[in-house]
């Protein structure tokens, strides 16, 4: 059973920075595709960032954001810097060993999500 539990959530200021985790257990991370996605009320879920043998970042986010991860740890980060208050939104984790990209739909399994909120 795929669980993906993300943390690193908070309240900060604009400008400042957070690192969200996503620990996996029951699948590896390293060959699979493992994404970013956020959403805010009454919008859809938005992609941010995804990590398989390369990176991408939605154009919002390119040269603030960086996604990694570490295999021996099964976990992926999203360090985010230089944050404003439009990144405030609840930011989720997924994963698809045969898919991915920028469409939500093309990911398999989801984490419960963590509130990311900016000040400004």
């Known amino acids: 059973q795929v669980q993906l539990v993300e943390s690193g959530g908070g309240l900060v200021q604009a400008g400042g920075s957070l690192r969200l985790s996503c620990a996996a257990s029951?699948?590896?991370?390293?060959?699979?595709?493992m994404g970013w996605f956020r959403q805010t009320p009454g919008k859809e879920r938005e992609f941010v960032a995804a990590i398989n043998w390369s990176t991408n970042y939605a154009d919002s986010v390119k040269g603030r954001f960086t996604i990694s991860k570490d295999g021996a740890k099964n976990t992926v980060y999203l360090q985010m810097n230089s944050l404003k208050p439009e990144d405030t939104a609840v930011y989720y984790c997924?994963?698809?060993?045969?898919?991915?990209?920028?469409?939500?739909?093309?990911?398999?399994?989801w984490g419960q999500g963590t509130q990311v909120t900016v000040s400004s």
């Open positions: 997924a994963t698809s060993p045969t898919r991915g990209g920028v469409r939500s739909e093309m990911y398999d399994y």
């Open positions: 029951g699948c590896t991370i390293r060959s699979a595709t």
